[in-house]
């Protein structure tokens, strides 16, 4: 190839680099995630979108928007996600529960949170760093977009539908601050930005960790970009930034978001925050904890290995005065004074770190969560952070690149075994996520914890590996003695090796430690069904009525406790109601509604009258008449019985 051609090719890249980018970027992300089309719903994913009715309907997309209880079957996973629901909704629509259009739609946001990374790295080096090379300006936003899209610490998000949350909320929130950060020389600078506005709604209707994005907006306000006065210090720039200008661009923001925790406000229950903590976590304690926490997300971005999907194991810090909290404190002080050292000539540094840290702060300051460690929760956050070492290193790399090509060699080899090892264990990550099994067995592996011995020893009950439950749920036991969870496993799996005298003892401790739910109770409610003791089942599924929102579940299993107790009417009432909720299902599930019927020569009439009831709303059903005509011939009704059976057969023949 002569000079004029490579000469030629470079000309045409220069050109029109922004395709190659987009190419390169978008086969990146297409690449690392293509291996894991097809994988389970896990943890939250189950009780949120497989197990939940209210998904699979676009018809419930409005009941989204006022009633936080269709996000989950669980009571105190109840929470205000409308938007997310929304493409929950969506995707069902297209497949299902075919996790190809789910996995292809985690794969596109996280494309368009690359691309929005991009955009944001082209603004902030158009602002501070215009002087540098051009082959520093159009590769610097490629290198940080693509250790981004193949970063392992992203496969947790893009392989876990429940982290969809954390997608979205980069998906609009990256693109936002792109348009926000116009140069505040444009003659319309101080207009209000209605587009940005718009994504901010959307992604706070995602998820309430979007409040941290207003930090982010007043942040540019505040710094000093482009021409503006760097020596003024950053306190000062703060007290520059409180005018009209400011205030005129951001009052629409402040006004949705009062709107939405009002809103919040109203619609969920006080008890949900006590919920998802665990009862001897404090604010003070939590709080000791993620300073050490946020330099843990910072390591993992440069050593992505052993990441951990559910790390409940992570050490608790309860006093400032622990050595490791000191020590965190020491690092996050020693980056105080490197960016105050900076900020005249290099303000973006400040702007970076204080937004990762904003954003980061609903989920990882003060408010207790019941992790004190989460894959989604940096996605964002980490992001924006990584363009601090991002910039830097690429502006020394392209020093080196022109100080000979023995420097040129290693800076781009170095560059491209980091992006390719990321990529190879991006890949080898994915498959921790294909199935419940490898997902549990990974953290048991690294992190054991009461909740990944349980959802482990599902895993081998599932596959009649009793023993091996056994196992697991007792260890998770001795970890978390007062989880109902626990409880309620252990009595199922003692049921299955029928030792009958342990199930009830657990079932109890269930039911006493189940404070939020009603899962316990509906539990052990089943058990009685099991052992035929009515009654005492039926005074369980009422109880659980008030905390219940797995509503067909427990519709049915009162229709059935009625019917052992005879109570024809009620089950009937009860199963018009399962009818109404999931027609397919609860016609499959009226023979073992009506089982007790059948099992007791006192019910025989009590069944045909619940049958013949059953016509009105099931018309044309063969296997009704049959059933009372069957029943008929139990009590020795043998005209009802002939006629019953007739209209039987004339159906069936039809």
Known sequence: MNSATVLNLKNIYTNHFFYFHFALISLTCLAVFSNNFQHQFLLDSGHTVSENPTVRSLKNIPDYFVDPETFSTLRD????????????????????????????????LHLTCAFGLYFFCRKIISFCHAGESAAFKIHTPLFAAL??????????????????????????????????????????????????FLLFTFALFTKVETVGALAVYWLYEITPFGNQKRAEGFLKNILTSLNKTTLRRLWPFLAV????????????????????????????????????????????????????????????????????VLLAISGWLVVAAILKGTYGKYPHFMFLT??????????????????????????????????????????????????????????????????????????????????????????????PSSRAHVN????????????????????????????????????????????NEKPLFHYNRA?????????????????????????????????????????????????????????????????KKCLEIDPVQAEQDIVMISTPFWENANFYQAGIDYYQALTAYLPGRWWLYENIGNLAKRLENSALSQTALARSAELKDR
């Open 77 to 108: 996973h109840a929470d205000y996600r409308p938007v997310l629901q929304t493409s929950y909704a969506l995707n069902y629509w297209i497949s299902g529960y075919d996790t190809w259009s789910w996995h292809l739609t985690q794969i596109f």
């Open 147 to 196: 250790l981004f899209a193949a970063n392992p610490t992203t496969s947790g998000v893009v392989n876990y539908f429940s982290a969809r949350s954390s997608l979205l909320v980069a998906a609009f929130l990256l693109p936002s601050f792109v348009i926000y950060m116009k140069s505040k020389d444009f003659p319309n600078y101080a207009e209000t930005p209605w587009l940005v």
């Open 257 to 324: 978001t009062a709107i939405y925790f009002g809103i919040r406000s109203v619609l969920l229950p006080d008890y949900l925050a006590e919920a998802r903590r665990t009862l001897d976590m404090t604010p003070d304690a939590y709080f000791y904890t993620q300073l050490t926490v946020w330099w843990h997300y910072v390591f993992q971005w440069f050593v992505p290995v052993n990441l951990v999907a559910d790390n409940l194991v992570y050490p608790i810090f309860r006093t400032l005065w622990h050595p490791n």
């Open 354 to 447: 204080i937004s990762a840290l904003a954003l980061i702060s609903p989920t990882s300051s003060i408010a207790p969560l019941a992790e004190m460690v989460n894959e989604h929760r940096p996605y964002l956050p980490l992001a924006i952070l990584s363009l601090t070492w991002v910039i830097p290193l690429s502006i020394f790399m392209f020093a080196s690149i022109s100080s000979g090509r023995f420097f040129k060699g290693l800076a781009i080899g170095g560059f491209l075994l980091l992006f390719f090892s990321f990529s190879a264990l991006t890949w080898k990550r994915n498959v921790v996520y294909q199935t419940s099994e490898n997902y549990w067995l990974d953290i048991l592996q690294k992190a």
């Open 456 to 499: 482990y020893g599902l895993t081998q009950m599932r596959q009649g590996l009793n023993e091996n439950a056994l196992e697991h749920f007792q260890k998770s036991l001795e970890l978390a003695p007062n989880w109902h969870i626990t409880h309620i496993n252990l009595a199922i799996v003692y049921e299955s090796l029928g030792q």
């Open 511 to 575: 039911v006493a430690t189940d404070i939020y739910t009603s899962a316990a109770l509906v539990y052990r409610g089943e058990y009685y069904l099991k052992i035929k003791e009515y009654a005492l089942a039926l005074a369980d599924f009422q109880n659980a009525i008030p905390r219940n929102l797995q509503f067909y579940r427990l519709k049915n299993r009162l229709a059935t406790a009625y019917a052992g107790l005879g109570s024809w009417r009620e089950s009937l009432d009860y199963t």
